[in-house]
């Protein structure tokens, strides 16, 4: 399974942006979702996770502003991102779990501009 992420860019304070993540193969072999962000010289931060069964959980930093969604017909999982801040600049990653393995995407950046 090969993940690609894309929808990074650059945009104001306040801003929106949406990330996708393509994946290879029928999106109901991966069971759990996940979108990580990470900056230069820190570990990757979880941002949103969405489960098989639906459910969505999201880091605390992006409560309320961020909205992780899934579809299944297009094997897509978006990471919709608004009232954007320049604490939210980083290089954004997709990630996608099963039973066997882990998945990851590569990188898109997003930067916000004050």
């Known amino acids: 399974v090969q993940l690609q992420a894309s929808g990074g860019g650059l945009a104001q304070a306040g801003g929106s942006l949406r990330l996708s993540c393509a994946v290879s193969r029928s999106i109901l072999e991966i069971n759990t979702m996940h979108w990580y962000r990470q900056t230069p010289g820190e570990q990757r931060e979880l941002v949103a996770i969405?489960?098989?069964?639906?459910?969505?959980d999201y880091a605390d930093s992006v409560k309320g502003r961020f909205t992780v969604s899934k579809d299944n017909a297009n094997n897509m999982v978006y990471l919709q991102m608004s009232s954007l801040k320049p604490d939210d600049t980083a290089v954004y990653y997709c990630?996608?779990?099963?039973?066997?393995?882990?998945?990851w995407g590569q990188g898109t950046q997003v930067t916000v501009s004050s």
């Open positions: 990630r996608g779990e099963n039973r066997f393995e882990v998945y």
């Open positions: 969405f489960t098989s069964g639906g459910s969505t």
